[in-house]
C-alpha cells in the first residue's frame, strides 16, 4: 500500500501565479519530507526538504509547508515560472529507514 | 563530469537473459541506491547500501540482485529479466546525513 501519495497526476498554471503541489502520508513516524524535481530523461534533483520538527521551509520561490496533524505536506511556488515545468515527487522517511516516494504531479507552467 | 553515472543508458533485452546495470559516483559518499519507476507508481526501492559492506532489501528486491564493489560503485542485476521488468532505472547516493540523494541520469531497460 502506498505510504505516500500524490493525488493530483498533473497541474497546469498561469506563469506569474502560484503553485500548489499537495501530498499526503500515512505513517505516523516519518520525520523528515524532500520533494525532488524531475526534468525528462533526467534524474529527480532535490528541491526542498522539512523536518517534522517545523512546519515550514522556504527557499527562494519554494516554500514546503508541513501539517502533520492532517499527514499532509505542500509544495508552493511562487511565482511559478515556465522552467519549473516538470514533475515533482514528494518523498517521507523515518529516522534509519529508506525514503519512500509519491507517484508524482506534473506541473506545467503555461507563458 | 556527472557525479552519479549510469551505464548504459538504454538497453533491450529478452525474456531470461541476464542484465547488469552499472552506477559510479564521484560525490565520496557512503550510501547508494537503486530505484525503478513505473508510470502511475512513482519511486520504488529495489536495493540500498549504506557501505561496502552492507546490503538491505527494499520494497521490490525480488528478481533482482546487487553487488557493491567499491565506495564508488554499486551495480544491478536482473537473473532473468521477465517483461514487467521493464522499467526506468535510478541510482542514488547520498551522504550520512539526511539531505536530499543525488540520483543518476536513469537507464530505460526494456524486456521483450
Known amino acids: 500500500d502506498q505510504q505516500v501519495k500524490q493525488n493530483s497526476p498533473s497541474l497546469s498554471v498561469q506563469e506569474g501565479r502560484i503553485s500548489i503541489l499537495n501530498c499526503d502520508y500515512t505513517?505516523?513516524?516519518?520525520?523528515?519530507f524532500l520533494w525532488y524535481k524531475k526534468y525528462p530523461a533526467e534524474g529527480p534533483t532535490f528541491l526542498i526538504s522539512?523536518?517534522?520538527?517545523?512546519d515550514k521551509n522556504e527557499d527562494g520561490r519554494f516554500t514546503v509547508f508541513l501539517n502533520k496533524s492532517a499527514k499532509h505536506l505542500s509544495l508552493h511556488i511562487v511565482p511559478s515560472q515556465p522552467g519549473d515545468s516538470a514533475v515533482y515527487f514528494c518523498?517521507?522517511?523515518?529516522?534509519?529507514?529508506?525514503?519512500?516516494f509519491g507517484t508524482g504531479t506534473s506541473l506545467t507552467v503555461i507563458p | 563530469d556527472a557525479d552519479v553515472t549510469q551505464t548504459p543508458r538504454n538497453r533491450i533485452t529478452k525474456t531470461g537473459k541476464r542484465i547488469m546495470l552499472e552506477c559510479s559516483q564521484t560525490?565520496?559518499?557512503?550510501?547508494m541506491y537503486w530505484y525503478r519507476q513505473d508510470p502511475g507508481l512513482g519511486l520504488r526501492l529495489i536495493y540500498y547500501?549504506?557501505?561496502?559492506?552492507?546490503?538491505n532489501k527494499g520494497e521490490i528486491s525480488d528478481g533482482y540482485s546487487v553487488s557493491r564493489q567499491a565506495q564508488a560503485k554499486f551495480s544491478l542485476s536482473l537473473e532473468s529479466a521477465i517483461p514487467n521488468q521493464t522499467a526506468l532505472y535510478f541510482c542514488?547516493?547520498?551522504?550520512?546525513?539526511?539531505?536530499?540523494?543525488?540520483f543518476g541520469p536513469g537507464t530505460r531497460l526494456t524486456v521483450l
Open positions: 505513517n505516523s513516524m516519518f520525520d523528515y
Open positions: 522539512i523536518s517534522s520538527i517545523k
Open positions: 518523498a517521507a522517511s523515518e529516522v534509519g529507514n529508506q525514503f519512500y
Open positions: 542514488a547516493t547520498s551522504d550520512l546525513t539526511r539531505q536530499g540523494q543525488f
Open positions: 560525490k565520496g559518499h557512503d550510501r
Open positions: 547500501s549504506f557501505d561496502v559492506k552492507d546490503i
